[in-house]
């Protein structure tokens, strides 16, 4: 299993870092087996598998129990947990019983949070209280309110700037690594080159440390549509749909179960029970 050491070597050598997002048990093991470097629980889980609006529902709980599956699947992975919407905002205290949780219940090795400013301190307590802590910074979805929609952020050079300062002061606080989503390439690039720890980007171009996507969207799987950035590897929605018809199907023409699918008895034991 690569660690958070493991990360920093290979910015230094220039070997990309695949992450990819899991929410239960066989995501999680299918992204183990498909070779990934690290397993984000993204609270994307919201969307994608609870049929939330925003990640703004998710909670805590939620994502405790879901990191647990997906640690059940993926024992040997580096696995980061989001932490939701509003459990480290509050206060130091608060927000390290919270990282804490998501650690000591799920067996998952990393925390991620959204934002910078008054995140900062946050990223330094999580940090020295022995808990790896990823960053994340440009589109942060959990202020979409804010926001004002899931835009490109970092397109003028102000916010640039801003955004490049921001990731050295997560650098400073202790983070091991930042997910960079939705900005321009050239930005990235330039975030990439002002840090030593690795710029997972999302929507971030190429010129970054390694790439994030959704599980569910690289897959097609139960998504409508997918933003600009994704790849889409396969579409397996319409072969589940498919699949579940075809079953419907069958058993409404009695076509299922067959003999093969079938228990029977003995004869001699039909005869004791019919008499
Ligand atoms: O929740 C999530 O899936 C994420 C990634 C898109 C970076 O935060
Ligand atoms: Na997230």
């Given at each position: 299993m690569k660690q958070t050491t493991d990360f920093l070597k290979m910015k230094e050598v220039n070997e990309k870092i695949v992450m990819l997002t899991a929410y239960d048990y066989p995501s999680a093991k299918q992204a183990e087996q498909g070779g990934v470097d690290v397993i984000l629980v993204g609270d994307s889980l919201g969307m994608?598998?609870?049929?939330?609006?925003?990640?703004?529902?998710?909670t805590l709980d939620d994502m405790i129990h879901h990191a647990k599956a997906v640690k059940r699947g993926a024992k040997d992975t580096f696995i980061v947990v989001d932490m939701p919407f509003?459990?480290?905002?509050?206060s130091v205290k608060d927000t390290l019983i919270n990282a804490g949780r998501l650690i000591q219940e799920t067996g998952a090795h990393a925390v991620k949070l959204e934002g910078a400013d008054e995140v900062i301190e946050k990223i330094a307590a999580i940090t020295k209280a022995g808990i790896p802590v990823c960053a994340h910074l440009g589109l942060t979805p959990q202020s979409v309110g804010v926001l004002g929609g899931y835009k490109v952020q970092g397109k003028d050079a102000q916010a640039a700037k801003k955004l490049i300062e921001d990731a050295k002061k997560c650098e400073e606080a202790g983070a091991f690594a930042i997910v960079l989503e939705c900005v321009p390439k050239q930005l990235a690039k330039e975030v990439s080159k002002s840090v030593s720890i690795p710029i997972i980007g999302i929507g971030a171009?190429?010129?970054?440390?390694g790439q994030v996507l959704v599980y569910h969207d690289i897959l097609g799987y139960g998504v409508e549509r997918v933003p600009k950035f994704v790849k889409q590897y396969h579409s397996v929605n319409p072969f589940m749909i498919e699949s579940i018809q075809a079953y419907a199907s069958d058993v409404k023409n009695k076509q299922f179960p067959q003999e093969k699918h079938t228990f029977t008895m003995k004869e001699e034991e039909l005869k004791v029970l019919y008499g």
């Open positions: 994608v598998v609870l049929g939330y609006d925003s990640t703004v529902s998710v509003l459990t480290y905002h509050l171009g190429i010129e970054v440390d």
